[in-house]
Structures are given as structure tokens and as C-alpha cells.
């Protein structure tokens, strides 16, 4: 008959291992984590803060987001609508507000199930896509002008874009549960 060893002597000292520390592992992010007080040190308390990775990625994609809104307000404003060509020489050029007309959604038109007049029958994207656009269509307002309609069209659509990119630079960050700051990454990126 086998004896059972003690708990004494099975007992293993497993430590946990710790989340990696970009600032500490890696030169390019501790030279610019000097721009925000250096590296982390080492009496750091980790995951005491209200500010964990997963949160600052998120705002961080919000951020870079909203900016790249922003750079793109003289096209909201005129480069969209005004002179054939200065939606190409502006770095303007989007499909989604000429879509909102075009493919039937400021008249009500389902994708893949009304038929669009003109040389097209349905809605020639993927199937999410045209969901994406529907979804939109119906958060959109009607009434104004169809440019003012198209307009909001795109922010409408934005809005859903930049919750999407929030998502994905979340879902990269806990891709795995050591390296959370890999999203940032994403939520950086152009």
C-alpha cells in the first residue's frame, strides 16, 4: 500500500507571472513613455488604478478616432459636394455620403430586397456591409436637404465605425491576458 505524501510536501510556491511591462521590455516604448514621466518603476503598484490597459486602449482608439474625424471636416463641410474633382485632390473621397442617395437609403430601399433604379438592381456589397448601411440609414433623420441627410448619413456612419474600432483595439488588448498593451497597436493606428 502507497502512503500519501503530506500537504506539506506537495505544496508548490506557484506564482502567478506578471502582465509584461511594455516601458520595461521593450526601448521604443520606454524612450516614449518618456514623454509621460519614463518608464514604470519597479515599487509600481500594478492594476490598483481606476486606468487599467484595457480602458486607456479603448479611449486611446476613441481618441485617434475622433481625429481623424476631425481632419476631415472641410470634407464634411464642402469637399464632397462641391466640384467634380475636389473630393480627389483633397484626400476627400468617400463612398458613404453619395451611398445614402444612390443606393436607395434616403428612399427608404432595402438592400437585396428593392430593386435600385438605374443600371443596378441590388445593393452590390457584401451582405453585413449592406446591414452596416441599413442600420445607419435608419438612425440617420430625414428632412433638410438631401446634402444635410448625407451629411449626417456619415456621421452616423462614423459613429458606428469608431465604436467597431474601440471593439477591435479591446479585443486585440485581451487577446492574451499577459500583453494587453499589444492593442494599443490598434488603437494607434492610422
Given at each position: 500500500m502507497c502512503?500519501?505524501?503530506?500537504?506539506?510536501?506537495?505544496?508548490?510556491?506557484?506564482?502567478?507571472?506578471?502582465?509584461v511591462r511594455p516601458t520595461k521590455d521593450d526601448e521604443v516604448a520606454a524612450a516614449g513613455s518618456e514623454l509621460i514621466g519614463g518608464p514604470i518603476g519597479r515599487r509600481a503598484l500594478?492594476?490598483?488604478?481606476?486606468?487599467?490597459?484595457?480602458?486607456v486602449i479603448a479611449l486611446v482608439a476613441i481618441g485617434m478616432f475622433a481625429l481623424g474625424m476631425v481632419q476631415k471636416l472641410p470634407c464634411y463641410?464642402?469637399?464632397?459636394?462641391?466640384?467634380?474633382s475636389t473630393q480627389y485632390t483633397h484626400a476627400c473621397y468617400s463612398d458613404i455620403p453619395h451611398l445614402y442617395q444612390g443606393r436607395g437609403f434616403a428612399d427608404g430601399l432595402v438592400p437585396y430586397f428593392d430593386k435600385l433604379p438605374g443600371d443596378m438592381d441590388y445593393l452590390e456589397y457584401p451582405v453585413l456591409t449592406g446591414l452596416f448601411m441599413?442600420?445607419?440609414?435608419?438612425?440617420?433623420?430625414?428632412?433638410?436637404s438631401i446634402q444635410h441627410q448625407e451629411q449626417i448619413?456619415?456621421?452616423?456612419?462614423?459613429?458606428?465605425?469608431m465604436v467597431c474600432a474601440a471593439v477591435i483595439a479591446v479585443c486585440t488588448a485581451r487577446t492574451h491576458r499577459l500583453r494587453p498593451w499589444d492593442g494599443l497597436l490598434v488603437a494607434l493606428a492610422p
Open positions: 502512503a500519501m505524501p503530506s500537504a506539506e510536501t506537495t505544496r508548490t510556491s506557484v506564482r502567478e507571472p506578471e502582465p500594478l492594476g490598483a488604478s481606476w486606468w487599467t490597459p484595457v480602458r463641410d464642402s469637399g464632397w459636394f462641391f466640384g467634380a441599413e442600420v445607419a440609414a435608419w438612425l440617420t433623420p430625414g428632412g433638410g448619413y456619415w456621421m452616423v456612419n462614423a459613429g458606428m465605425l
